[in-house]
């Protein structure tokens, strides 16, 4: 007989009980035949499982390796120019945007949120602007909105003239608090 008959004969009311416990066999044998392969094949999935996990440490160190090589290409350390923005405690100016140009171009525009804002207060420093400008003479107009002294509604400009020669160049954009005038200042000044 068929394996289909015997299996029907099995699940029939009138089946016999010796039949049932034959089912009942095939189908324990079936299971472990399923079963065992798969366990043959946990060892395989193992060594599978660690290649793919070098293979993802390789391609984050490429990763890496790429955006470095990129930076350099670029923003060559020779034509290079950034710019961050500090602040201190901020009792007299609460930040919310910064607009960033160079020789009458607008290279950045920055909108803060709150979360930035603390951290900035709490000693951050932000890369507001990174790109590359040939030797020569150069104006930078930081342009700062946000809450003055008395929630008043605040906006001020500050500018530096500047010469860029070989080399990076590092300008901050420092706000800080004046005491004797209760006021917010802001400033520009070159890292050297």
Sequence with gaps: MSSIAMFSRSTSPHATDESRK???LIAALAAVCLVCPAMAADSD?????????SLKQEVLELNRDLF?????????????????VSMDTGNFF???SVQLSINDKEVGNYLYTKREV???????VQR????NLKTGDHELVAVFTGKGPHGRDYRRATS???????????LELSITDSGANMQPEFQVREWE
Excluded: H
């Design 22 to 24: 034959r089912g009942a």
């Design 45 to 53: 999935y193992q060594g599978l499982d660690q290649d793919v996990q």
């Design 68 to 84: 470095i090589l990129e930076e350099e290409l670029l923003f060559p350390a020779n034509t290079q120019v950034a710019v961050f």
């Design 94 to 96: 609460a930040l919310d």
């Design 118 to 124: 603390e951290a900035l207060y709490k000693g951050g």
């Design 128 to 131: 507001l602007y990174l790109g």
């Design 160 to 170: 530096l003239n500047f010469e860029k020669g070989l080399g990076a160049r590092f």
